[in-house]
């Protein structure tokens, strides 16, 4: 049975360095280093997005990897969670870091499908931005949070995930687009940097308000619930576009 699978990583740097989304390309280039060369290589070559990873800060440092698919997790998740890989540097910060410790959770297909299946209807739904997103369209970058991009990039990627399932139908995404609005928010602009360049992103909360049919309703908050494994957006590899949902319960 295919799972979305996440990997958090508790991290002790061996100094105390301020790390933190800034730094979320460099863990990239750590995670493609301790995985198999040829898996990597495939990632690359066929502009795959099977995973998502990001950095944050809490109630300590964490370094959350999650994967949508069943080649990812044995690509990735399950190299990370060897007990040879405990520690790590990043170079370009000359950086030794301690992983202490490492948990998994993880969810079926079948059971997201629950979601969509369940009698129970949220009707608002807040979703949390734990890190840069952005968005791009027509060739440029969009910085603030859009309905239809955020559904868009969610239905997108479930197709990608999934073999067996295509997601991607404009008119139901016209209609999510349509019957869905923004009932609260709190964001704010942040810049992303990746090499030379620093992406226009935006990060903080904003609560969905849905108003079309209970089985829309539903649908889409499968779709954020799939998303908090693939992220929102793009460069979501690097560390953009986590996200984690609430239920509001209005």
């Not at 044995?74 to 890989?85: D, N, Q, T, V, Y």
């Not at 990039?153 to 404009?170: E, G, N, P, Q």
């Not at 954020?224 to 953009?240: A, Q, R, T, V, W």
């Amino acid at each position: 049975m295919s799972m979305l699978v996440e990997l958090s990583m508790a991290l002790k740097p061996q100094r105390d360095d301020k790390i933190g989304y800034l730094q979320s390309s460099l863990f990239q280039g750590v995670l493609m280093e301790s995985i198999n060369k040829d898996y990597a290589e495939t990632i690359h070559q066929n502009g795959l997005h099977p995973y998502s990873q990001c950095i944050y800060n809490r109630d300590g440092l964490v370094w959350s990897v999650r994967t949508v698919n069943d080649d990812a997790y044995h690509g990735i998740i399950e190299p990370l969670l060897s007990p040879s890989f405990r520690t790590f540097e990043l170079k370009q910060r000359e950086l030794a870091v301690e992983i202490v410790n490492k948990t998994v959770k993880s969810i079926s297909y079948e059971d997201l499908m629950k979601t969509f299946n369940s009698d129970d209807v949220d009707r608002y739904v807040k979703v949390l931005f734990d890190s840069p997103t952005a968005f791009k369209s027509d060739s440029n970058y969009v910085f603030m949070p859009d309905i239809k991009l955020i559904f868009g990039s969610l239905m997108r990627k479930y197709s990608s995930a999934s073999s067996s399932t295509d997601m991607s139908d404009d008119d139901t995404l016209e209609y999510i687009a349509t019957h869905t609005s923004f009932s609260d928010y709190k964001i704010r602009s942040v810049r992303f940097p990746l090499e030379n360049t620093r992406i226009p992103a935006f990060m903080g909360e904003v609560t969905l308000h849905f108003r079309g049919t209970d089985t829309m309703a539903r649908y889409a908050k499968m779709l954020l619930e799939f998303g908090e494994y693939s992220g929102i957006g793009i460069k979501c590899g690097m560390g953009m576009g986590s996200i984690k949902i609430e239920r509001e319960g209005r």
